[in-house]
């Protein structure tokens, strides 16, 4: 069964307070980064699988992009973005990634921002997106880095005065479930390598035109906790583009 923490009420709240979730993508420390790596939307057809509360979703609208689709698990999720973000070419679905069935070459960008290490295959979600993708079409996605979810619990090492000592990195090759801590509580994400997100996108063809290892950007240094973001990496932005050739492997 697949875990919906964010509709549990405790833990939704506790997200509704993040940095992210009150200010939108400004409030994303990534989203300078990810914002460069965004393709031309005007007269785009947009897929935006685990949108939360859409932000993603309505800057590709004000964007020029003709419709855009919101897939997310969470009930709580998207009755937010209907009422934050809710303009008439966007429409939200409730559904899982995994379960999420497109008709082939419907949409000509893919994107999604911090959802697949909550997905168990990976390699399902590339074939999802490639079937979906127009020749030519576009990926652009975030997803936790794989230094910061090897070791699972995603929590610094301290001193014995509370001081951070160094940030753990273990099993980086044993691939799969992690119970990390997010939020005060206990979360499933999935490990991958380095090597298994972008092996697999090439397999399933896919040209990789950018990875990015986003930094905290210099306006947001003051931010509690921020300077420790640059002692490593917590986040990974891969941009890709569907290859159009007869022999491509799907």
Known sequence: MKENKYDQDSFFEKYSQMTRSRYGLSGAGEWSAF???LPDFKGKRVLDLGCGYGWHCAYAVEHGASSVLGID???????????????????????????????PSSFDVVISSLAFHYVKDWDDVVRLVHHSLVPNGQFIFSVEHPVFTAAGSQDWFYRDNGDI????????????????VFLGER??????????????????????????EPQPPEDMMHLDGMKDEMRRPMMILISAQKNDADNASV
Request: glycine share 2%; with cysteine.
């Open 35 to 37: 914002r460069q790596l």
């Open 73 to 103: 698990l969470s009930h709580k999720m998207l009755q937010v973005a209907r009422e934050k973000n809710n303009a008439p070419s966007i429409t939200y679905r409730q559904c899982a990634i995994e379960d999420f069935n497109p008709f």
């Open 165 to 180: 000592a160094h940030f753990p990195v273990d099993n980086y090759f044993y691939e799969g479930k992690r119970q990390a």
């Open 187 to 212: 979360v499933v994400k999935y490990h991958r390598t380095l090597t298994t997100y972008l092996d697999s996108l090439l397999k399933h063809g896919f040209f990789i035109h950018a990875v990015v």
